[in-house]
């Protein structure tokens, strides 16, 4: 189990960036998938992106390809969502979600998951 905990959220203007940042305790960090879930009022939560345990590998939901970056960095323990080209649309709720060894393209149920963090895209 890996505990994590989400921070960078805030209020932009649509256009804008903001980095959103997942740290996580436990010393086997690198054997976990990482990815980003989002969930917005009256809505489902949904996938956004994923990574590798080594960072080599990465997949995103269409509608932040080309916006959206996912990266960690294994030496510190944390991931990071580097999101450009803000839209109102975006607006949600942000977790981090962790699992073993998981498939970056079919990273549906994460066993570990941080509270969340709002980020609000003003237009």
């Known amino acids: 189990q890996v505990q994590l905990v989400e921070s960078g959220g805030g209020l932009v203007q649509a256009g804008g960036s903001l980095r959103l940042s997942c740290a996580a305790s436990g010393r086997t960090f690198s054997s976990y998938t990482l990815g980003w879930f989002r969930q917005a009022p009256g809505k489902e939560r949904e996938f956004v992106a994923a990574i590798s345990e080594s960072g080599g590998g990465t997949y995103y939901t269409n509608s932040v390809k080309d916006r959206f970056t996912i990266s960690r960095d294994n030496a510190k323990n944390t991931a990071y969502l580097q999101m450009n080209s803000l839209k109102p649309e975006d607006t949600a709720v942000y977790y981090c979600?962790?699992?073993?060894?998981?498939?970056?393209?079919?990273?549906?149920?994460?066993?570990?998951w941080g509270q969340g963090t709002q980020v609000t895209v003003t237009s």
């Open positions: 979600a962790a699992e073993r060894y998981s498939d970056i393209r079919n990273f549906r149920a994460p066993t570990d």
